[in-house]
């Protein structure tokens, strides 16, 4: 029998690195799975250049319209009938972030909701749930984007706990690592720790309050990570749900990150050129959590913020 549906959405996540696009079909029979007719993204970097003193940069600027017009087009060529569009931190803290919403309209007919990062930590949470099963135990679900970090810890069910920081791989990366040509010295390294212990205070103590089982990475960085332990780049329609990505792995590639130059990052199996140098503090912001938390196991999700959306559609 011919499933009915009522409708094709694209929902759409404009993060401070990449921006993704997801078009679905919508069934109309309680129960039923949504059909993927696309899913894609696109490494702006709208936060390179400008982001640590409070701006979008001209050329990241230029990126994001160029990006956005590509996926209006792709919304006109699958017939979507609704877009649903949000940014986060990027957009959400610089000085001309409204300007660019407002340009994206003019020019796409797209309404982008900048949110807040307490609703950013909870749709991730919410797309997470529909990769991981989280059971009973809670668990600490992080998301590193390029402007802020989310931190949530939750069950199957619940969120205990949630933050967003504002503490992105871009912000680490323009704080910490001057000199992404050369390797990340040892006083970089214990600098960004120290500077974590500083801000990471609430999450420190929310962790120790609600001992959190295992460690769930949404994503970008994640997603590098287990890459790197597969030794080779998977396409984003290749991503499963989730992968376990072994502690051991996680070590040996945070060793080989530290000890290497910004050329020989990008010649390591499984890393986009884009995220060869924002790896190295994301993995130092990693490490640093499963050191204050003891967490052993780490489970990368693939789905994160835009699957977040898709689950509170598919409920209305």
């Known amino acids: 029998m011919t499933q009915l549906y009522r409708r094709r959405i694209a929902l759409i996540d404009l993060g401070t690195n990449t921006f993704h696009l997801l078009i679905v079909e919508l069934p109309t029979m309680a129960g039923a799975k949504p059909t993927v007719l696309l899913r894609t993204k696109v490494g702006v970097r ?46 959400r803290v610089t000085r001309n972030g409204p300007e660019l919403v407002r340009d994206i309209f003019e020019q796409t007919g797209i309404r982008v909701e900048v949110i807040p990062g307490e609703r950013e930590a909870e749709l991730i949470c919410i797309g997470v749930r529909q ?48 000199d992404p040509s050369g390797i990340f010295p040892a006083a970089a390294v214990a600098a960004e720790q120290e500077y974590l212990a500083r801000v990471l205070g609430p999450l420190m103590a929310a962790t120790e309050y609600y001992k959190p089982v295992g460690l769930v990475g949404a994503s970008g960085s994640f997603d590098s990570l287990a890459d790197m332990q597969l030794g080779r780049l998977r396409p984003e329609a290749e991503l499963p749900p989730y992968t376990e990505l072994a502690l051991s792995s996680f070590q040996a590639s945070y060793r080989h990150l530290l000890s290497s130059n910004h050329e020989q990052r990008v010649a390591l199996p499984g890393i986009l050129p884009m995220r060869a140098d924002m790896l190295v503090v994301a993995a130092v912001l990693i490490d640093f959590v499963l050191g204050v938390t003891n967490i052993t196991r780490i489970q990368t999700s693939a789905y994160a913020l835009k699957e977040g959306l898709l689950a509170e559609a598919l409920r209305l």
């Open 131 to 178: 990769a991981v099963a989280l059971g009973t135990e809670p668990h600490l679900i992080m998301d590193i984007g390029g402007g802020s970090v989310e931190f949530i810890i939750a069950d199957q069910a619940t969120i205990f706990w949630k933050q967003s920081f504002e503490i992105g791989a871009q912000r680490l990366l323009d704080q910490f690592f001057p």
């Open 46 to 91: 709208l936060g390179e250049g400008g982001i640590s003193q409070g701006i979008i940069a001209p050329d990241a600027y230029t990126r994001a319209l160029h990006t956005l017009t590509g996926f209006k087009e792709e919304t006109e060529l699958h017939q979507v009938t609704e877009i649903r569009a949000t940014a986060t931190s990027a957009i």
